[in-house]
């Protein structure tokens, strides 16, 4: 049977929290990947832990969203970290720095898969307005969905709301976040789904932060793997 795919989002400064969640999310009953950004590849000594994990699925989410060349030089400058499986790039960043990163990516010997965030899930439709669109999300979505296909990206990370649509357009890897356990509070979260529900609008894998990594991690392991079922 294949087990639902779930990058826990390791949303900390600290090493030793960083040992303490792949500790207490280890189970045969999920597959588990571990996803790393800003705040802790940032962070002193992140990058080169990172670096060192091994035997497990390495998300860095980096949301690349730069000009081609300095997008192209930034992957480059990461070639020493060979146990990356996937990396993120924003859809912001354009065509032109999609293409050259993805070009770059498959010619490179390397096993990093693209993945295109898209509108970020701390988006309603009313903050949308405020950085200048005048479109509601879902027909921005729908135009970053095809720039990822057109363009070769490997998946894409889409909020749950917008799964059923992009789901007809590209046919790779899509990864939603912006997940809740049933109860758990939505923080700075505006397009929230349910892991079941995610994964039977067309998830192919899951992020989650919050709902495991605060409080009792194992129990909400175990609150997650009930709730899938
Ligand atoms: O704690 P929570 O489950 O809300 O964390 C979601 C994680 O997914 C964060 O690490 C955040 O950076 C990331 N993310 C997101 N929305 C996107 C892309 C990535 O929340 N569109």
Request: hydrophobic share 40%.
């Amino acid at each position: 049977m294949i087990k639902p795919k779930i990058f826990i989002a390791c949303d900390t400064n600290k090493i030793s929290e960083v040992k303490r969640i792949i500790n207490l999310t280890r189970t045969n009953k999920l597959d588990i990947g571990y996803k790393f950004g800003l705040e802790f590849f940032y962070s002193k000594n992140g990058r080169k832990f990172i670096s060192k994990i091994k035997k497990k699925k390495i998300f860095l989410d980096l949301k690349l969203n730069d000009i081609p060349a300095t997008c192209v030089a930034a992957v480059k400058s990461l070639r020493d970290i060979k146990n990356i499986n996937y990396l993120t790039l924003h859809a912001n960043a354009g065509e032109e720095t999609i293409k050259a990163v993805v070009k770059f990516v498959k010619k490179s010997n390397t096993k990093i898969r693209i993945l295109l965030v898209t509108v970020l899930t701390s988006i309603s439709n009313s903050s949308i307005k405020k950085i200048g669109h005048t479109k509601p999300i879902i027909d921005l979505v729908k135009k970053q969905a095809l720039l990822a296909k057109s363009s070769g990206c490997h998946g894409i990370v889409c909020a749950g709301s917008d799964l059923k649509s992009i789901k007809k357009i590209f046919k790779g890897e899509i990864i939603t976040p912006g997940i809740r356990l049933k109860g758990d509070s939505f923080g700075d979260q505006k397009r929230v789904m349910g892991p079941k529900e995610s994964f039977k609008n067309g998830s192919t894998a899951l992020v989650m932060g919050r709902s495991i990594i605060k409080g009792n991690i194992q129990n909400n392991i175990s609150k997650l793997i009930k709730e899938l079922n």
